[in-house]
């Protein structure tokens, strides 16, 4: 009879992790990062399985002492990895009967590798959303604090990358801001609809034992325990709901990233080529090359592309759980990283980017931006818009985008005042103080309100950041 394979340290590899497709089943390289998770999971497994009586309150307390020598070891930097084991939560089970003897073994009561690895990450999601909301929170407060060193810079507003209507730099920040914070609402909404615990529904359908998944949901800071078994191990919908939120906020870097690109060119000439935007040429010496900005927008597409290789991988698989699901790690660990790169870099270029605002002021001086101006001008003197569109376009066109105030009397004797007040560059940003415009009034109720929405991010997140601290203290504190 062949004997099972076993290890340097003498322990037999589990039956249930034997194959000849050792190295193919392997997720070990992309699941360690799950460790942290993994081993606070298990403290509260432990401590659930003591105070239900399926062990003694002994043998839950050498479990739980274990799994924090564990974390010691991790912190330390000594944890015996053993790559033959596939993964994860077999490499901390074996590494803690090595710890801790026989009672090892009964850690797995009641539990399977299928709800375990759901809990781990809802519990990365829960620290990687709270990573992502601080940086977040840092290119909110830079934006913030550039439009207001820009409030007063005009600049032109574009439709179809073509001159449309006069704003100022600090409005076009302000749009940009108001993108990264539906952003960080989505990634603060979808942590906590994935608060939910699935711990209990072990492999598919529970257990014949008396367990305790409320205790479990508690001592780990979910809001509760799942509601179906079955769903509980199936259910990536929060992986989903990540991945898209970071595939959005990546396009609006992105977005961000082609303006930053464009207005560096001589050809907009708004922004100087400072070495905050990327480096030189390595044969032209007269070049500095936007490459921060280029690289946030490239890096996009693996975003949008990790997205779509977890929907396929999803895509008509069957209750309950399915080893596709192993994928699932791989793609979103990326997308985090990628994302929270090009956060980083893209609050450094924004804190430092040089405007021209004489050229900006130039640019904003055109005479065509004026040209909704006037037609409002004559509508606000009884024109039909129709009409004074049509009177409008017109000498726009013969006239190289400027406008004759004769003419217009002339086609419209009856409007009366000076034309003279609509073509003035110097008042036309201000003359926009609708709500949510770049006049100054509405420039300031704007400013009021980010400053207040900025407060009320920083509150969520501390309250999300108080959860992942109650993560790292379970593996640390000592047993009560």
């Not at 996009?300 to 192993?326: C, E, H, I, N, W």
């Amino acid at each position: 009879m062949t004997p099972p394979p076993s290890t340097s340290s003498g322990h037999a590899t589990p039956s249930y992790v034997r194959t000849s497709q050792g190295p193919f089943l392997s997720s070990l390289a992309v699941d360690r990062a799950l460790l942290p998770y993994d081993l606070a999971g298990s403290v509260a497994h432990a401590e659930m399985l003591g105070r239900t009586g399926m062990l003694t309150a002994e043998e839950a307390r050498v479990l739980v002492g274990g799994l924090r020598s564990i974390g010691r070891e991790v912190d330390a930097g000594s944890f015996p990895w053993r790559s033959e084991l596939e993964d994860v939560h077999t490499n901390v089970e074996m590494r803690l009967t090595e710890l801790v003897g026989t009672v090892g073994g009964k850690l797995h009561t009641a539990r399977s590798r299928n709800d375990q690895v759901a809990l781990d990450e809802r519990l990365y999601l829960r620290s990687a959303v709270r990573t992502l909301g601080d940086l977040l929170v840092q290119l909110l407060e830079v934006l913030l604090a550039r439009a207001l060193d820009e409030a007063a810079t005009p600049a032109p507003g574009y439709t179809h990358l073509q001159r449309a209507q006069p704003v100022t730099v600090g409005h076009t920040l302000l749009a940009h801001f108001w993108k990264f914070d539906r952003d960080l609402d989505r990634l603060l909404a979808t942590a906590v609809r994935a608060n939910v615990s699935p711990l209990g529904a072990g492999a598919l359908a529970g257990s014949t034992l008396p367990i305790d998944p409320e205790y479990v949901a508690r001592r780990l800071g979910f809001d509760r325990a799942f509601e179906n078994s079955l769903d509980a191990v199936s259910d990536r919908d929060p992986f989903a709901e990540l991945l898209f939120d970071l595939a959005l906020l990546a396009v609006h870097a992105s977005g961000m990233g082609e303006e930053i690109v464009l207005h560096a060119t001589k050809e907009f000439g708004f922004l100087a080529r400072t070495p905050a935007l990327g480096s030189g040429s390595s044969q032209m010496p007269q070049k500095r090359n936007p490459d921060v900005a280029e690289l946030i927008r490239g890096r996009t597409g693996r975003a949008v592309g990790d997205l779509v290789a977890l929907l396929t991988a999803l895509k008509g698989l069957p209750l309950s759980y399915d080893r596709d699901l192993q994928e699932d790690k791989a793609i979103v660990f990326d997308a985090v990283v990628t994302v929270g790169g090009s956060l980083s870099a893209l609050t450094t270029v924004v804190r430092e980017m040089a405007f021209d605002r004489a050229r900006l002021r130039a640019a904003a001086a055109d005479p065509e931006l004026l040209a909704t101006d006037v037609a409002e001008w004559l509508v606000a003197r009884g024109v039909p818009f129709r009409e004074a569109h049509e009177e409008v376009a017109r000498q726009a066109s013969a006239g190289s985008g400027t406008f004759d105030p004769a003419a217009l009397r002339a086609r419209f004797p009856s409007i009366g005042g000076d034309v003279a007040t609509a073509l003035d560059p110097t008042t036309a940003v201000d003359r926009r103080s609708s709500p949510g415009g770049p006049g100054a009034a509405a420039f300031g109720r704007q400013v009021a309100l980010a400053r207040e929405r900025i407060r009320s991010r920083a509150e969520s997140l501390s309250s999300l950041g108080r959860l992942v601290e109650q993560i790292e203290e379970l593996v640390k504190e000592e047993h009560r």
